[in-house]
């Protein structure tokens, strides 16, 4: 019998290299096939497996005659807590209605009234009802109708299981020569199922690929979130900003197996109410909106009544909605619960903040441009100034939308002038290193890793935490570089590598501010400071 082949290695050559296949990515990656472009969209698990996938609430835009655009501008920069970029929030509100309509056309059928038009939710730090949705399910409904578009567009490749390692750039072709011209010229990404690093070749590369929830222990994100593209611009010379805003989302799901499954902010905004240990409600205690407050002042409110009594969690109350109200809003969250033996038309449910978003990431514009041309960021792990120093309910899948469209035409216009493919870029050397031996080292960084973040880059920080987690992230940072030289690249790694270095990222930041802003919190700095600055770390 003759030996089975391995299947061909896939073209490596493309206008655009596409990283990530979320709302960010798969909305660029369809702009730009429009243009005529050839385009590879990587994702290191299923195409299927995003952030976008578990949103829940939906997408914020100014849809109704009783809304306006200078209303939601004004509730951004309230819950942005002066670090917004006043242009930057008025440009992406108002792009926000035909995007929108995209969508829908597109085949997102964002749930309607009786009457016509769309039932439009409210969530925390919204003056006005604004929210597009899908059920409870927002997220999952935009990924499959993108995703359908992908799949049906001659111009679009996706390969699923390509872990997108590291850029190839002009200065790091040259040697690290600084003071030459520096441009994107493609990537390196390891071919999971086969086992081998392929090169692949492109003058543009749009990073999408979320957040770092998985640098913590407890986390809403699903397990793909650990930092990857954020940690690639880093490498490559990129700056990145304001890490240390953290969104941790005040109501995640409480079980003993640490399951930690989202529960929309939505809710609150139908009505529901948080109850501490002794059946209060106390979000009037801390905040005019009482449980409509911005999220970072709800999470900080959890952790403290959660701290005062010694609870492992406080209760998300929405027993007195009316019969059938829960299923029809929430059909997920009621069928997730049920299947933990909660029943929320009759009990409580138990909730505790865990992190979710992160309002930092690498540095663009409004078109979605890094400094290093070529490379551009989109979504999650991307900065554009929309969120400062936090970042209002469901605004993320609207940035989202909106920098793909722009950042779109802005590499048609790239594109139109771009540097040549380089030919011959080097393959990737795995040189003098072997097969891992003891991934128990992989296993303890990660784990001690997550629990320090949590422990000492949490919710409620100072100075010295801060400083000895950086301390224990630098050994473990050296420990896992180590690693990466002696042994084969494979996901498990690539993963540590990453968030390793972004969890140091994020104490630099934290430690830069000196002052409590948004979602960054230190007892050590109470106040804020007369003027908001961002954070940077790198060029």
């Given at each position: 019998m003759?030996a089975a082949?391995?299947p061909p290695?896939?073209r490596?050559d493309?206008d ?16 730009v ?6 385009v590879?969209i ?8 995003s ?8 997408i914020a ?5 009783t809304?306006?655009?200078n209303s939601h ?13 006043e242009d ?8 926000a209605?035909?995007r929108v309509?995209e969508l ?13 038009g769309y039932a439009?939710?409210r ?9 597009l949705?899908v059920?409870d399910?927002t ?5 499959e109708?993108?995703l ?5 567009s001659?111009?679009?490749?996706t ?18 020569r600084a003071d030459?011209p520096?441009h994107?010229?493609?990537l ?7 086992g ?14 979320g957040?770092?929830g998985q ?8 397990d793909i979130a650990?930092g ?15 890490l240390?805003?953290i969104?941790f989302?005040?109501t995640?799901?409480?079980?003993r197996e ?7 902010e939505a809710?609150?905004g ?5 109850r501490?240990a002794?059946g209060?409600a ?5 905040h ?11 999470a ?12 492992r969690h ?7 909605f ?10 997920n969250i009621?069928?997730t619960c ?7 038309e009759?009990?409580?449910i138990?909730?505790?903040p865990a992190a979710?978003y992160l309002c930092g ?11 290093l ?5 989109c ?10 120093a936090?970042?209002?309910a469901?605004?993320?899948l609207?940035?989202a ?7 779109a035409?802005?590499?048609g216009?790239y594109?139109?002038?771009a540097?040549?493919f380089?030919?011959g ?11 891992p031996?003891?991934?128990?080292v992989?296993?303890?960084?990660s784990?001690?890793?997550k629990?320090?973040?949590?422990d000492y880059v949490g ?5 010295k935490r801060?400083?000895r987690?950086?301390?224990r992230?630098?050994v473990?940072?050296?420990?896992v570089?180590?690693y ?5 690249v494979?996901p ?8 390793v270095?972004?969890a140091g990222?994020?104490?630099e930041c934290?430690?830069q501010?000196h002052e ?5 919190y ?18």
């Amino acid at each position: 019998m003759p030996a089975a082949t391995e299947p061909p290695a896939p073209r490596t050559d493309y206008d655009v290299l596409v990283v990530g296949s979320g709302i960010a990515g798969l909305s660029f990656a369809l702009k730009v096939a429009q243009q005529g472009r050839r385009v590879a969209i990587l994702t290191k698990k299923d195409r299927a497996e995003s952030n976008t996938n578990y949103a829940q609430g939906g997408i914020a835009a100014v849809t109704s005659r009783t809304d306006d655009f200078n209303s939601h501008v004004r509730d951004t920069l309230e819950c942005g807590d002066g670090l917004c970029r006043e242009d930057v929030v008025r440009a992406i509100v108002e792009d926000a209605p035909p995007r929108v309509q995209e969508l829908a056309e597109l085949g997102v059928a964002f749930t309607t009234q009786a009457g016509g038009g769309y039932a439009l939710g409210r969530e925390g730090g919204h003056s006005n009802r604004r929210i597009l949705h899908v059920k409870d399910v927002t997220g999952r409904a935009i990924e499959e109708a993108l995703l359908h578009a992908t799949a049906t567009s001659p111009y679009i490749t996706t390969l699923e299981h390509f872990f997108a390692i590291d850029l190839i750039t002009r200065q790091w072709l040259d040697r690290g020569r600084a003071d030459g011209p520096n441009h994107v010229l493609g990537l390196y990404a390891l071919d999971v199922l086969r086992g081998k690093v392929r090169t692949f070749r492109a003058p543009v590369v749009m990073l999408a690929t979320g957040g770092v929830g998985q640098v913590y222990q407890f986390s809403t994100n699903p397990d793909i979130a650990t930092g990857d593209g954020l940690a690639m611009a880093y490498r490559a010379g990129v700056a990145v900003s304001d890490l240390e805003f953290i969104q941790f989302h005040p109501t995640a799901l409480y079980t003993r197996e640490n399951e930690r499954f989202l529960i929309s902010e939505a809710v609150r905004g139908e009505g529901a109410v948080l109850r501490n240990a002794a059946g209060e409600a106390f979000m009037k205690k801390y905040h005019p909106r009482a449980d409509l407050a911005p999220r970072d002042i709800v999470a900080r409110a959890i952790d403290a009544e959660m701290k005062r009594s010694g609870a492992r969690h406080v209760w998300l109350d929405l027993t007195h909605f009316a019969t059938g109200a829960a299923r029809e809003h929430f059909p997920n969250i009621v069928q997730t619960c049920a299947r933990h033996g909660i029943e929320v038309e009759k009990q409580m449910i138990p909730v505790v903040p865990a992190a979710h978003y992160l309002c930092g990431g690498v540095q663009t514009n409004l078109r979605a441009e890094t400094s290093l041309p070529g490379l551009y960021a989109c979504g999650e792990v991307a900065c554009t100034g929309l969120h400062g120093a936090n970042r209002l309910a469901s605004n993320s899948l609207l940035e989202a939308v909106v920098l793909a469209h722009r950042g779109a035409e802005a590499v048609g216009e790239y594109l139109a002038t771009a540097h040549p493919f380089v030919a011959g870029l080097p393959d990737w050397v795995d040189g003098s290193a072997q097969d891992p031996d003891e991934r128990v080292v992989l296993t303890h960084n990660s784990a001690e890793l997550k629990q320090t973040m949590w422990d000492y880059v949490g919710i409620v920080r100072t100075t010295k935490r801060l400083q000895r987690a950086r301390s224990r992230i630098e050994v473990l940072a050296r420990e896992v570089e180590e690693y990466y030289w002696d042994f084969k690249v494979e996901p498990r790694l690539l993963e540590l590598r990453n968030l390793v270095l972004i969890a140091g990222l994020i104490i630099e930041c934290a430690l830069q501010r000196h002052e409590s802003r948004g979602l960054h919190y230190i007892l050590d700095y109470p106040e804020k400071l007369p003027e908001a600055k961002d954070t940077v770390v790198g060029k």
